[in-house]
């Protein structure tokens, strides 16, 4: 049902921490395009796949009231504990028609069989003219120099792992489609890039050069070693560069 397990991390803590510095290190440039797209002025909000709720926590901060939904109750109870909580699954969402101003989803959208459903969903609970709102990534837009070779490994490898659970590791590139798709209107999507210039090497490898290692080399410690080596050799560098292009997609539910 989809291709995002904490439990398929080889240290559940590590893909939280993970999560949390990807959002500190991502929202310093998503947060004004989320802004731009209107985000803030949608009220009440229901965050879909949720995770641990770092992007949520952001969204209170701002003002809005949130409810977050997440298949994994393991990752949900570290959501914001003044938000609303609720296990489920992000094409079935258990709320009636029209019930929210917002909804928003970030790097969900990769890891289901079904991302129009989800779209769809996410239409139909908000109120007509209310904001739908996804932000995902095409692995094809991972870039680095020097390359890294367990993590271009790594990369296919994931492409594999994700089409075997029936996801789409290019959905980024698909997001315009996938909302026209729902019936949304206004629909329109902007390209951000985050990069090692801006996030720091360091960051960067850890939010976006090491996870599709740490996913399907898990069970296999030499690997996984030679990667972070090779990690280790590429942050140390002082000329090394890597980007990777974030999509955000919006439009009002019909
Ligand atoms: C990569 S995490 C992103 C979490 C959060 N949105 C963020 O940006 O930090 C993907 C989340 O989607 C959840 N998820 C995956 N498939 C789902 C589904 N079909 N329905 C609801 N949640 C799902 C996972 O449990 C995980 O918490």
């Known amino acids: ?3 995002y397990r904490l ?3 080889e240290s559940a803590d590590r893909e939280l921490e993970r999560l949390r510095s990807q959002v500190r290190a991502g929202l310093s440039v998503e947060a004004p395009v989320y802004e731009a797209h209107g985000l803030l002025e949608a009220g009440d909000v229901v965050d879909v796949g949720a995770g641990s709720g770092e992007p949520a926590r952001w969204m209170q901060r701002a003002g809005l009231r949130v409810t977050c939904v997440d298949l994994d109750p393991h990752i949900l109870a570290h959501a914001p504990a003044d938000a609303r ?6 094409d079935a969402l258990p709320f009636p028609n029209a019930t929210f101003g917002g ?4 790097f969900l959208l990769q890891h289901v069989p079904d991302p129009q459903a989800v779209v769809s969903e996410m239409a139909r609970v908000v109120r007509p003219g209310g904001l739908v709102l996804a932000m995902d990534t095409d692995v094809r837009s991972f870039v680095s120099h020097p390359e890294i070779p367990t993590g271009e490994e790594a990369r296919r490898a994931w492409v594999e792992h994700a089409r075997a659970n029936g996801a789409d590791p290019h959905v980024g ?5 996938l909302f026209v ?4 209107t206004d629909v329109r999507t902007s390209v951000l890039t985050v990069t090692s210039d801006t996030v720091g090497r360091e960051t960067f490898a850890d939010v976006a050069l090491s996870p599709h290692a740490r996913v399907v080399f898990r069970g296999d410690p030499e690997r996984l070693d030679r990667a972070e080596r ?11 560069f890597g ?3 974030l999509f955000v997609t919006s439009g009002r539910a019909p």
């Open 1 to 3: 049902m989809t291709a």
């Open 7 to 9: 439990r398929a991390f």
């Open 85 to 90: 909580r609720l296990v489920a699954r992000a």
């Open 103 to 106: 909804a928003f989803t970030r």
């Open 173 to 177: 590139v698909r997001l315009r489609s």
């Open 181 to 184: 798709g729902s019936g949304c």
């Open 230 to 240: 090779e990690l280790g050799a590429w942050i140390a560098e002082e000329g090394a």
């Open 243 to 245: 980007s990777v292009t």
